[in-house]
């Protein structure tokens, strides 16, 4: 066990020498499909190593209730640190490897909790897997999430929009702007805004926080607007926001709110004075 605890200790102190001294993790190198592949050979080694080397000390303290505490202790220090900092520190290498750990030693749990006839068996698999898909799906899919903004005037068409670095993608869907409009407070500051779209010859309307879905994975916000002077058409700020693994996420919510109300049905033991 102290050998076990040791080399996770090793391990978060080579992630911290690699933020050292090489920076973030380059997102762009785990982008799809290499983080895929990394998730299922991820997933197999840890199958073939509850399977085959069960009584391993590794298998043993990546099992032990303490583990639970050292890294879901870790992940939420580290989650504590991010929201203190004023720099992004959520793709430095200690942070995901925090959450690695985390995510090692909940899937390690779930391989042991499905095999066992246990009361209350469903509640078990839809909180531990729920937690494992929403933390996963922000783990392995972060990298895959991009965002694009242009800024477009009544009667434009816009083809293309544009990244924080310069990159650029052309869009499937042909959009056009019909027209722009604002509430304004009293001092001037705007209240809220809407933007009436074509899109495909279709009119949508897209407005602050109430985004349109131009595909499974494409959402379209509106994040800006200037009537501009009198001689001028309005124009309208538009978002692109692409996150392929918010389906994974969204069920990984779910299957949490499910179990949260089996706890609240069934109760936390079971007859006789046995907990779960």
Known sequence: MKKAYL???????????LQ??????????????????LLMLWAVALWVL??????????????????????????IFCCLIAGLSAHS????????ASLLALLTHLLMVIYRGVGLRRPHRMRFVMNHVGLFLLLAGGFFGSVDQHEWRVRAMEGEQVLEMYDMAG???????????????????????????????????????????????????????LVGYDRGREDEPASCVLQLVRQPWRRVQWAGIWMLLLGSVLIFVQGVGRKGGETI
């Open 7 to 17: 080399s996770g200790g090793v391990c978060f102190a080579v992630a911290v020498l």
């Open 20 to 37: 050292l001294f090489f920076d973030d993790v380059p997102r762009g190198f785990f982008a799809f499909p290499v983080n895929v592949a």
């Open 50 to 75: 509850y399977r085959e080397k069960r009584r391993s000390p590794v298998t043993v303290a990546l099992l032990d209730i303490r583990t639970t505490f050292w890294t879901l202790g870790a992940f």
């Open 89 to 96: 520190v959520t793709t430095s290498w200690w942070f995901l």
């Open 167 to 221: 990159g650029s993608v052309t869009l499937k869907n042909a959009l056009r702007i019909r027209r722009a409009s604002a509430e304004y407070y009293p001092d001037g500051m705007p209240q809220s805004y809407e933007a009436v779209l074509a899109v495909d010859g279709r009119e949508v309307t897209v407005s602050v926080n109430e985004p349109y879905s131009l595909s499974w994975c494409d959402d379209l916000y």
